[in-house]
T-cell receptor, first 117, second 111 residues
Framework: DADVTQTPRNRITKTGKRIMLECSQTKGHDRMYWYRQDPGLGLRLIYYSFDVKDINKGEISDGYSVSRQAQAKFSLSLESAIPNQTALYFC????FGGGPSGTDTQYFGPGTRLTVL | GENVEQHPSTLSVQEGDSAVIKCTYSDSASNYFPWYKQELGKRPQLIIDIRSNVGEKKDQRIAVTLNKTAKHFSLHITETQPEDSAVYFCAASNAGNMLTFGGGTRLMVKP
């Protein structure tokens, strides 16, 4: 879905480095999410934001921080990367599903493959 | 909060056979149930969804059924093809809340 973009697409870094992954969307959605996916495993939620002033921890937020710079931008930072943070990272967006025509469907970006050596 | 369990974790079928993936959810207020397909190295993409006011929905070779009383829903793929091989995720939400995903099912269709 070209409406949700992530940069970089691939990144190799070293232990202890600070890394920022960026997500942008043109879908006009208020809600944005960051997930982590390890090989052969499911999606685990790191952080989510329901609007620019709202940031919430997910199930695996330790070692990560986020910034919601605008409705369209949501960044994920690893302050001091460690090897077990090597994974595929997805950003996603959704509308508000509680409205008359809204849906909780999430639309995913293409992913960022991060390797920490 | 919502808890979604998905079974089986892996499923291998012969090309042309049917495949069924099942999910259960815990929150009786959940009313939206999408299914995502993730091909190797790609992003999860929505393939079909169902709302709680509907018991079944079909789209060509795929269908989803919902049993609100038992709190479970299933994905059915008929006449499977090699390109159906992927990881499938179910999810559930209560309108206005975020999706909770199941653990995923790796479907392998053998030619």
């Amino acid at each position: 879905d070209a409406d949700v973009t992530q940069t970089p697409r691939n990144r190799i870094t070293k232990t202890g480095k600070r890394i920022m992954l960026e997500c942008s969307q043109t879908k006009g959605h208020d809600r944005m999410y960051w997930y982590r996916q390890d090989p052969g495993l499911g999606l685990r939620l790191i952080y989510y934001s329901f609007d620019v002033k709202d940031i919430n921890k997910g199930e695996i937020s330790d070692g990560y921080s986020v910034s919601r710079q605008a409705q369209a931008k949501f960044s994920l930072s690893l302050e001091s990367a460690i090897p077990n943070q090597t994974a595929l990272y997805f950003c996603a967006t959704s509308d508000f599903g509680g409205g008359p025509s809204g849906t909780d469907t999430q639309y995913f970006g293409p992913g960022t493959r991060l390797t920490v050596l | 909060g919502e808890n979604v369990e998905q079974h089986p974790s892996t499923l291998s079928v012969q090309e042309g056979d049917s495949a069924v993936i099942k999910c259960t959810y815990s929150d009786s207020a959940s009313n939206y149930f999408p299914w995502y397909k993730q091909e190797l190295g790609k992003r999860p993409q929505l393939i079909i969804d169902i709302r709680s006011n509907v018991g079944e929905k079909k789209d060509q070779r795929i269908a989803v059924t919902l049993n609100k009383t038992a709190k479970h829903f299933s994905l059915h793929i008929t006449e499977t093809q090699p390109e159906d091989s992927a990881v499938y995720f179910c999810a559930a939400s209560n309108a206005g809340n975020m999706l909770t995903f199941g653990g995923g099912t790796r479907l392998m269709v053998k030619p």
